[in-house]
């Protein structure tokens, strides 16, 4: 049967524009917390008070606040593909012209549209993979999510060893952007067929009343704490160590590269663990060992715990998105999209409040009440898991 072969040939596990994407979420990833590793030199620069340190997060998820909120309306009517290729070099661009902001008020109103670009790529991305891969989906948006950590633990290193080595702050906004359109360049050879075409067929989404239920806005409350620690330590975690311990630039941006490390390790070991255990029990267990761990660590008080709490709170809550993410999914099958957008708004919403809310906590009584607060959080959320319904679908 000569026409047989083609029919016996398998796509490759890995097609090339799916690297490309994975780049693209990367490379994003790692512009998200370089603001925590030069956070002292903006502060200076600009002459803010350390109370104010959290409001460079906090305009940023506002941004992106905004940014999830086009998602809903644009992802339903054009091409993924285009979406990610508009939206990735506008971001590119964006990393550029924050390297000609002179004023607080320019740096600012960049860093709020860079928020509301690179959330709307984040979740066209996430749409396009969950499109191309409709077999083992699981497996490629787990590796997505990790891309994202990986991004996420280079950004320190990269901002603090730049500055130690006497650049200024804006030197790795300018490294990343001219990074960032080589890549957008690279997605756009491997991907002009995707691109091709303009609005597409939307589905009509479900309505907020038909999901917005006690068991989900749990969730949903979950994912406002959780986001609001791990944005904590993006912000702070590096001005911690280098104001509480003297800790160097370089060294200082490592110990939120740790925390980020621990996180690439959660999620890569929570994608075998949810094989064996449900999501409810992995999230009650990370959430308490989280708590324990990070305000044990701050309670020493000294800069080798710092480092331990650090890494302890991303290894052992690292997978809360993808495992909430996985609950809800599992709970509302037919209401993913209002349930994406849901839980995107909750991940900001914490983004939001709680770096500015560390902010004025370390001004008041000091940076190490604020990591206290941050442990906090996660020690709260473990709470809200334990009225989590045991229920698997």
Known sequence: MPNAEPARKSAPLFPVDTIVLYFLMMTYAVSTTIIGSILLQLLDEFGLPVARGGIFYSVLNTGCFFGILASGVLIDRYRPARLNLVTYVGFSLLLLVVTLTRGLTAYLATVLVIGMVSKLMDASINACIAAKHTVNKGFYMNLLHGSFGIGSFCGPLLGSSMLEHGYSWRAPYLLLGIFCLAIGGAYWLFSRRDTVGGRVAAAPP???????????????VILILYCGHQMGMNNWVPAYLQERFGTADMLSGF??????????????????????????????AGMALGAVFLIACVLLDSEWAAFA???????????????????????????????????FAAITVGGVIFPWLMGVVGEAWGLNRAMLLNGGLLAVAFFLTLALPAREG
């Open 309 to 343: 709490g650090s890494t302890a709170a991303g290894l052992f809550t690292g997978a809360t998105i993808p495992m909430v993410l996985t609950l809800g999914y599992s709970w509302h099958p037919d209401a993913r999209g209002t349930m994406t957008m849901l839980c």
């Open 255 to 284: 110990g939120l590269s740790m925390f980020w490390l621990g996180l690439i390790v959660s999620r890569v070991g929570c994608s075998f663990l949810t094989t064996r255990y449900p999501e409810r029990q992995l999230l009650q």
């Open 206 to 220: 479900a309505p907020f009343r038909s999901v917005l239920k006690p068991d989900v806005i749990l969730l949903v």
